[in-house]
């Protein structure tokens, strides 16, 4: 299949919404809504804003043919980076005041069913525009779904003290088909932050048993994909859950390194600290615990 997308690859993300989805929907219809999911917002906040996102995605899936379903926001959304995603979030939350659990989980499983319908069809590595004007592939677009359940529901079933399982082959499509993927596209102006650049080129190998062996290069400010080479600076070998839950301000690298499910290795491993402070993801809200922040 064209653009490193496999059938199997494929198959997985599909199957994975569906199921973390339903799986999701169950847990907010369970517990608290008014218990605090992170720092910032309740479970039934939480709910919304991932909501919120399916919704959206019901429309990204299919650009030209279904309008936003938050007329407004699109310059916000095509001017996005990492920085400004919180803002973002708290500019569309005043476009859904919905906040009942029960609601918000059957919205949220027509809308994982809408998505699913309208893709059956494509070729999951169609590029499709998504935050800060980048290009994603429609089967990055789903993985990126998986990723926000799975973490959302990390977060509430932590507070709630509620089960929450976080498989490493749906937690490896977040880096497989939309890191990778979007990457490969166009990442837009998603890293356009103002942050200066290493002034050296730095390629760092990500290695797990459920994704496929990849470099990262970041070269005179910008991010491009590479074979895992001889010229890799440094290697990681991750957990695909825990390297999600660290990109995305959940766990610290030093609890990530104690747990033995993060390692890093090569060359010139003292460069992945500036590596990372330049190639980070949004952080939409901060966790219940801010010293579980990632520190880089």
Known sequence: MAGHITYDKWASARGSLKA?????????????????????????????????????????VRPGEVPT????????????NVDTVSTLNELAFGHSAERDPLVLADRLRDDIREILR???????????PWLGDARVPIA??????????????????????????????????????FLVGMIRNDYGSLMDTGSPAPRRRIAVGFHSAHTAPAALVLDHGR?????????????????PATLNLLLFGRVSRTRAALTGKLAVWGRRPWLLPAFLRFVRLPTTTRPRSHAESVRV
């Open 20 to 60: 973390t989805g339903d799986r999701f929907a169950k847990l907010i219809s369970i517990v608290d809504p008014h218990t605090m999911a992170t720092g910032e917002w309740t479970v039934a906040e939480t709910a919304a804003h991932v909501g919120m996102i399916a919704t959206l995605y019901t429309s990204t």
């Open 69 to 80: 379903p938050f007329p407004g926001l699109e310059e916000a959304i095509l001017g996005a």
């Open 140 to 177: 990055g677009v789903l993985a990126h779904l998986v990723n926000e359940l799975l973490l959302h529901g990390w977060d509430v079933a932590r507070a709630t003290r509620t089960p929450w399982a976080l498989p490493a082959r749906d937690a490896g499509l977040f880096f497989d088909l």
């Open 223 to 239: 991010v491009s994909v590479a074979e895992v080479d001889a010229g890799v600076d440094a290697h990681v070998r991750f957990d």
């Open 118 to 128: 309208a893709t059956a069809d494509v070729d999951p590595a169609t590029p499709v």
